[in-house]
């Protein structure tokens, strides 16, 4: 039972990860566009 | 094109539940370890997907090291030709296999060599000039990622079946975690440094980090350690249920590296474009100023 816990923790480590980097993806992404706008909208 | 992405990720979705269920509920339950030998579905496709991205920046690096002159371009072609057709027939070679350590397989070997080539002019054609340099920024940080993921799951699991979470001195684990320490600085170069040479640097170091990535996989054959035998072209045994488990799973993982790939080559390309529009307008307004500046700057007549 105890290893169990292991087996999750891992899994959930996982997709953790995977859900920060997304996020950090997503965010740049955001980022990126707000700045091309205001970049256009300069000139 | 745009509906692709969505259509792709929903599937990729589909084969990643798929996969789980597979690893929780279908594939077989471990003699020996019990449940927590599940986290293999998890590690080993991580490590092997970090493994393949690396390969595919290793390959970018040298592509784009090799296009800055084209005399280097044409000889770096029949070089990785050589390698590709040498490497294979060599492996055909009794005297050569006897080289090879006990339970690796010549035609496992000779496979990965043909790799080698294949890549090359596969990446080179799809990718060209500059979209090197993307691919390559794109597949270390990827590439990163999967690497931490093997690095946090390795230890978990090594816990309930070592006593251990970590083994100082282990080959494995520690050419692992330098390999995704080479990593970690090729992406803080290119993230902090901002000469003209950065792009050049950085291909340099992924091609010498690349280099980590045959002794992390060969590193069992070659010293003693805690790691178990490979799964696959290895000496390592595994009932086929589970292989087939494995391998879907490595699949789904496949599939979703692919489009988080995607998503970061078209966040670079933006990056990118973000960058040029920025110094059109510097350039912009430097003309502006010299346009207002130029009267002052006259000599009265």
């Not at chain 1, 920060?20 to 990126?32: E, N």
């Not at chain 2, 060599?90 to 006990?102: E, G, K, W």
């Not at chain 2, 490595?250 to 590296?257: D, E, G, V």
């Amino acid at each position: 039972m105890n290893a169990i816990k292991f087996l999750f923790a891992a899994y959930i480590a996982t997709w953790v990860i995977h859900g920060v980097y997304l996020g950090s993806l997503v965010r740049r992404f955001g980022r990126l566009r707000r700045e091309l706008k205001e970049v256009g909208k300069g000139k | 094109m745009k509906r692709l992405f969505p259509i792709l990720s929903g599937l990729t979705a589909i084969l990643l539940a798929y996969a789980l269920y597979l690893a929780l509920v279908v594939a077989p339950t471990d003699a020996q370890q019990g449940e927590v030998y599940r986290i293999i579905y998890y590690h080993v496709p991580s490590a092997w997907t970090a493994f393949l991205l690396f390969f595919i920046n290793f390959i970018a690096s040298i592509q784009y090291l090799v296009s800055k002159k084209a005399s280097t371009q044409a000889a770096a072609k029949w070089v990785v030709l050589g390698i590709g057709v040498v490497g294979a027939v060599a492996c055909l070679l009794p005297q050569v296999q006897t080289l090879l350590p006990a339970g690796m397989r010549p035609s496992a070997v000779a496979t990965t060599v043909l790799l080698i080539p294949l890549f090359y002019f596969l990446i080179g054609w799809l990718f060209p000039g500059d979209r090197l340099d993307v691919l390559a920024v794109t597949t270390a940080e990827v590439g990163v990622v999967f690497c931490t993921i093997v690095l946090v799951t390795g230890p978990i699991w090594a816990r309930p079946v070592w006593g251990i979470w970590w083994a100082p001195g282990d080959i494995r684990l520690t050419s692992t975690l330098v390999l995704w320490l080479i990593y970690v600085s090729y992406l803080v170069l290119r993230r902090f440094s901002n000469s003209a040479q950065t792009q050049m640097l950085a291909a340099a170091l992924a091609v010498f980090g690349a280099l980590d990535v045959p002794l992390v996989y060969f590193s069992i054959w070659f010293f003693r350690t805690q790691h178990p035998q490979p799964v696959i072209g290895g000496g390592g045994s595994m009932d086929p249920r589970m292989l087939h488990v494995l391998l879907i799973s490595w699949m789904a993982f496949l599939c979703f590296a692919f489009l988080v790939c995607w998503s970061r080559f078209r966040l670079e390309l933006l990056h990118r474009e973000v960058e040029d529009a920025h110094a059109l307008e510097s350039l912009a307004g430097e003309g502006v100023a010299a346009k207002t500046s130029l009267p002052l700057n006259r000599s009265p007549r």
